[in-house]
């Protein structure tokens, strides 16, 4: 077979080849094809995915505005310190409201938390005609709001003790298992000053950074009330832990009048503080 005869089936192949070879995309199909790709992905979880309460909306008045969000899972994100820090001579206000932020003479910031969705909800809200510490201040209409996420924390490393026990020793003799294992948002009962109502109860959200109520330590193989290293060593407390659904664990020392107590939640192999449940008296 001569060399040219050899070539022709071979030239047949490489034809059919490019023939089924799929073409370069046009301009117009190349701009089309990364904007369908991502309709197809699923978008990114954002904050305008977290379900408000329809009641909340421009106008509304506060305590209905308040009710709603506490009937959803929102409640206030205490800061008293930082409250009365912007207030100054209004400071009264931070006792009285413990969802306050700052106010200035047209309105005021109030912000919530929401554990479920790791989500801050910064109210703006008319502000109150007066500071008198012995009536409940009555905050205009709702503005405007906004969401903002919270930073979710992972702890780094296997898990400090394999039974409760162990690791509420560990979380109370170490500061940096404190800040390692508490939860961004500790669910906190505070007492709140309503006015000619007197002092009640309630539940609140503080940012792991500003939370400051854990005042147990453990040393020498005792309980010992959280204090400065340089004050004399007080007398052991008697600290109960009573073991709750989902290997949860509620934390308290009997007979302590200022509310000392703590619950912890399974969380990533580990335990990690979730709750100051028992306000201050």
């Keep these: ?18 023939a089924c070879k799929p073409s370069a995309p046009s301009p117009a199909e190349a701009a089309v094809a990364p904007a369908e790709a991502a309709a197809a992905a699923p978008p990114p979880a954002t904050v305008a995915d977290v379900e408000l309460p329809a009641m909340l909306k421009t106008g509304v008045g506060f305590p209905e505005a308040r009710a709603a969000l506490a009937a959803a899972g929102w409640l206030p994100l205490h800061d008293r310190a930082d409250c009365m820090g912007k207030l100054g001579g209004r400071s009264a206000l931070c006792y009285s409201t413990p969802e306050l932020a700052s106010c200035d003479d047209a309105r005021c910031t109030l912000e919530f938390a929401n554990a479920d969705v790791m989500q801050r909800l910064s109210l703006m809200v008319g502000a109150p005609a007066g500071s008198d510490p012995d009536e409940t201040p009555a905050f205009g209409a709702v503005k405007s709001w906004a969401l903002s996420e919270i930073a979710a924390t992972a702890p780094t490393g296997a898990c400090p003790a394999a039974d409760f026990d162990g690791f509420l020793k560990i979380f109370a003799a170490d500061p940096l298992a404190r800040a390692q294992y508490t939860a961004p948002l500790v669910r906190v009962a505070q007492m709140v000053d309503r006015g000619d109502a007197g002092d009640q109860s309630q539940q609140t959200y503080v940012a792991a950074g500003n939370y400051t109520g854990f005042a147990l330590s453990y040393r020498d193989g005792a309980w010992y009330p959280l204090v400065d290293a340089s004050a004399p060593r007080p007398a052991p407390l008697d600290v109960r832990i009573s073991a709750e659904d989902g290997g949860a664990h509620y934390v308290s020392v009997p007979g302590n009048v200022e509310g000392v107590s703590y619950r912890f939640e399974r969380h990533q192999d580990c335990w990690r503080l979730t709750g100051d449940p028992d306000a201050a008296i």
């Design 1 to 18: 077979m001569s060399r040219n005869a050899r070539l022709v089936p071979l030239l047949a192949l490489v034809a059919l080849t490019a």
